[in-house]
């Protein structure tokens, strides 16, 4: 019985995983496509962009109600407890990513109306070393790869370069 009891423990936080992995792509692909339109002028793709903020809400009340049936259900202690702690708060930055991705997206509507500003490539390079380290991250933390999260705590210096070469 009991082993009946820890693949239904598995298969939970594997559901959670799955959800909080499409959770993270869709705010990636969200801020990836923002900054292209930014970049680009394409107004299609802002809108798109808008538009898939609202899956990245959804996903994020799911991953919620997740968390707490998982707790309700499993009465997690140490490592279970803590990786529900963590999606918890991770799903909480994700949506936040995915606001800044709208507003991105918001502005970049609003400014290809007129001529592209000079610079925007320093904007492109330092959102790509981000880009990098959100996925990185939300990888490290799902898959467990404890290399990969030292790998993407050394960018942070050349964001870091980046952000100073900007200002």
Same mark, same amino acid.
């Given at each position: 019985? #009991? #082993?009946?009891? %820890?693949?239904?423990? =598995? =298969? +939970?936080? +594997?559901?959670?995983?799955d959800r909080v992995r499409e959770m993270a792509d869709l705010a990636l692909r969200g801020l990836e496509d923002s900054i292209r339109a930014l970049t680009t002028q394409d107004t299609k793709l802002a809108y798109a962009a808008i538009l898939r903020d609202s899956r990245v809400d959804d996903l994020e009340g799911m991953v919620d109600a997740l968390c707490v049936e998982f707790i309700v259900r499993h009465i997690p202690v140490a490592t279970h407890l803590r990786f529900v702690h963590s999606v918890a708060k991770i799903v909480s930055e994700l949506e936040r990513v995915g606001d800044y991705a709208e507003s991105i997206s918001r502005q970049a509507i609003l400014l290809s109306r007129g001529e592209r500003p000079a610079g925007f490539d320093k904007f492109e390079r330092i959102a790509a070393v981000a880009i990098d380290m959100m996925r990185q991250a939300v990888r490290s933390f799902? +898959? %467990? +790869?404890? %290399?990969? &999260?030292?790998?993407?705590?050394?960018? %942070? #210096?050349?964001?870091? &370069?980046?952000?100073?070469e900007i200002y």
């Open positions: 019985m #009991s #082993s009946h009891l %820890e693949q239904k423990l =598995q =298969q +939970d936080i +594997d559901h959670i995983r799902l +898959d %467990e +790869d404890i %290399e990969l &999260a030292r790998r993407t705590i050394a960018l %942070e #210096s050349r964001a870091n &370069a980046l952000h100073a």
